[in-house]
């Protein structure tokens, strides 16, 4: 697989994953699929090489993030899905899950 489709399918999940936990109660999570989603996340992150992951390490800080904060704010996650995503924040995250200050750039 290319490497920029490698990104895309990676950002395509973290952001599938952030609109999944938002604003959810518990009784409209499946744990186990969160559990499942997280370790999958992790272990695609962990295939990106440290210079790919400096080029959008801020963003998907920012994604996650909220995805964290969402799941602490809507209930008691369970702390190994939280342990999982915070191994691939790095940065500073969103105070919460509707945090959405950090400018987006689609354009050089």
């Given at each position: 697989m290319h490497l920029y489709q490698k990104i895309y399918e990676f950002a395509a999940s973290a952001g599938a994953f952030e609109g999944y936990?938002?604003?959810?109660?518990?009784?409209?999570?499946?744990?186990?699929?969160?559990?499942?989603?997280?370790?999958?996340?992790?272990?695609?992150?962990?295939?990106?090489?440290?210079?790919?992951?400096?080029?959008?390490?801020?963003?998907?800080?920012?994604?996650?993030?909220?995805?964290?904060?969402?799941?602490?704010?809507?209930?008691?996650?369970p702390q190994a899905v939280i342990k999982m995503l915070k191994k691939m924040i790095k940065g500073e995250m969103p105070k919460t899950p509707d945090d959405f200050q950090k400018q987006k750039w689609f354009q050089d």
């Open positions: 936990v938002y604003r959810k109660a518990k009784t409209e999570i499946d744990i186990q699929e969160l559990s499942n989603w997280a370790d999958n996340l992790y272990d695609a992150y962990q295939n990106f090489s440290p210079d790919i992951l400096d080029e959008f390490q801020s963003s998907l800080d920012q994604t996650l993030g909220r995805a964290v904060q969402s799941l602490v704010f809507q209930f008691d996650p």
